[in-house]
């Protein structure tokens, strides 16, 4: 997810990403409360939780040109 409005990414694992995106517009998590509002810019399927939360911290690990690459590719869904 991505806030213009702070120029911030927040990368996370759920097996419902639109509620999940909608909670973040909510202020119903911490991290991202007061720093939206958040749009959806990557959405990636796997196969297992595990699989996505090993995702998830390679992906929290990336500097923002890897993100912005990422997001650009035709394998993206969002796009």
Do not use: C
Not at 36 to 48: F, I, K, N, R, S
Not at 55 to 79: A, C, G, V
Request: proline fraction near 3%; avoid cysteine; charged fraction near 25%.
């Amino acid at each position: 997810m991505y806030s213009s409005s702070n120029d911030v990414y927040y990368k996370g694992y759920s097996t419902d990403y639109i509620m999940r995106l909608e909670h973040h517009n909510q202020g119903k998590t911490t991290y991202t409360k007061n720093k939206g509002p958040w749009g959806l810019v990557y959405a990636e399927q796997l196969d297992t939780k595990k699989e996505a939360l090993i995702k998830e911290k390679i992906l929290k690990r990336q500097h923002r040109q890897y993100l912005l690459w990422l997001f650009n590719q035709k394998t993206n869904p969002i796009k």
